[in-house]
């Protein structure tokens, strides 16, 4: 009778919460859960893994306690157990022998213009180039691991191909995967759902080459960071090769001390911004593979405007591809003018992002005032928008925490600590709010 009823608000409490969050996030995080047993006292619920329970108490632990048997505190009283990894194995284990990839059916995803030959070389790049050849040439005999770092823009991930393809044309037996780093943390999201993830494991384990971009992504994910570093290790002491790239070197991501260590290992190669000669060449090798004759002098008046990106620098051809279309006529340095005026960089300082401007990107994609996120009010809303904003001040602008907190209509420092440390723990579990927050990072930075 007792189990009757409180399967019932199990029930109940899914059909609730079904109406406040997407399908799609119903379907990975809350259908997986099982309702083992129930007594007036408490409430048992089997979880496929650790994320999907972290998942549950973080975003609904006020409305579990109105619907499920509570404890003296007030909470919700639930176990939780981790459906177990012998089930698991179980389940698991007869799809392996089937459907384990062999080397020659192993699917690469490189893009098929980032090349070796496609690359120009420069001062700049000239050091980190050459390690990448090396290592395509000896994968897991020369620099192990190869780290490449460098801003936006500048050819990492053209790099990064280019070894997979240098590996593959000479070797097509070699495995190998190109991955980045947001892919491998969805494949570990899948795989946990799929109860698959030994599988997974499995695959990435048994690479000769794995090569990963934007390493950065990893940051403030920790139980992704300590999956990855398994794998790292794994890979590392076998002496196959991994190649990883990010916008910035080890020392200045923030990810664990042993992470860093790793990465650390082998060959930190930095990839710097590309002088005007060898922008003036990149512009030339482009343009002439899309059929456009850029004259000299007008490559050199590009490649003086556009200096600190290489993607800027294809944008500004792909203009003038389509413009020289249209117009017919030589591209004269005026024309040339006009159409890219919009693209040339000054050498002004960047601009300077401020309270004010997080709070207003805060308000417009939590649908919330500014006003309200300057004051008190304790709406479960508008509390994480301001949390969010917090941690956007925090992480964003360079100024001391006393002085972000003022801008916060005299918060004390500590509450912008604690607003920083939940939204940082929340993003690495809850998909949607991590989406908002990235929504609003890219609003302030551009
Ligand atoms: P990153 O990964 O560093 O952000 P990408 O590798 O995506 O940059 O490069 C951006 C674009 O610029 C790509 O289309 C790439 O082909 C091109 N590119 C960058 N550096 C070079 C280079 N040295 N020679 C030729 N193309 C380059
Ligand atoms: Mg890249």
Redesign the pocket.
Known sequence: MQDCETKTSWTQFLEFVQTRCSSAEYENWLAPIRLVQSTPDETVLEVPNIFVQEYLLDNFKEILADFLPTRNSGEAAITFVIASAQKKVETAAPVIEISEPESSVFEVKL?Q??TFD?????PS?QFV?SAAVGVASRPGKTYNPLFIH????????????GIGHYIREHNRKVKIQAITTEAFINDIVDNLRNKSIDKMKRYYRNLDVLLV??IQFLQNRLNFEEEFCNTFETLINQNKQIVI?S?KPPSQLKLSERMIARMEWGLVAH?GI?DLE?RV??IK??SEGRGLNIPSQIAFFIAEHIYN???Q??GAINRLCAHSRLLATELSQDIVERILSEMFQSSAPQRKISVEGILKSVAAVFEVRVSELKGESRLKEIALARQVAMYLAKEMIDDSLMKIAVSFGGKTHSTLLHAWKKISDQIQINEMLRRQVQMVRRNIES
């Open positions: 893009n213009h980032y496609n690359f120009i070389e420069g790049n180039k460098g801003g936006v823009g500048l050819g990492k991930t053209h790099l990064l191909h971009d934007d790239t916008d990839m590309p060898t060449a990149i090798h482009k990106n290489v993607r620098l294809e």
